[in-house]
């Protein structure tokens, strides 16, 4: 059964989010997940609804640029998940590039290179 994961991204990063989306659909690909992303804006009540999806989520995957530290609701994407206490993990969205310092949101999140074995082993403890 495929397991419900929160996608994080910075609205700047849309493109890796569909990029792991296509990849987990892939029939090679060892994992599977059902996305929970928020795919569009919402009203003033975005974190009441957004809060919401992520209780209902086995875990939180949060692509991790540069671009990160400047998104607010990525930011506050990742310390929901930390106080519904949803299991967390940061990919690296550029392998080379980096950010030289996550913002403190990201205290406490490990965050691995972005490939097939480190995407699926983490699921499989869900």
């Known amino acids: 059964m495929a397991k ?3 996608v994080s991204f910075a609205m700047e990063d849309k493109h890796l989010r569909d990029l792991l989306v296509g990849q987990a659909r892939n029939g090679k690909s060892p994992f599977e997940f059902v996305d929970m992303s928020v ?3 919402w009203d003033s009540q975005w974190k009441t609804n957004c809060r919401r999806k992520i209780k209902g989520c086995d875990g939180v995957l ?3 640029t540069k671009n990160s530290k400047k998104a607010d ?3 506050w994407e990742v310390k929901c998940a930390k106080e519904e206490l949803i299991p ?3 990919i690296w969205g550029n392998k080379d590039d980096h950010p030289a310092s996550l913002p403190s949101e990201f205290d ?3 965050v691995v290179n972005w490939t097939w ?3 699926a082993n983490w699921i499989d403890t869900l």
Do not use: E, S
């Open 4 to 6: 419900r994961i929160f």
């Open 39 to 41: 795919k569009q804006p």
């Open 62 to 64: 949060a692509i991790v």
């Open 73 to 75: 609701g990525q930011l």
């Open 88 to 90: 967390k993990r940061g």
């Open 108 to 110: 406490g999140v490990r």
């Open 117 to 119: 074995d480190n995407i």
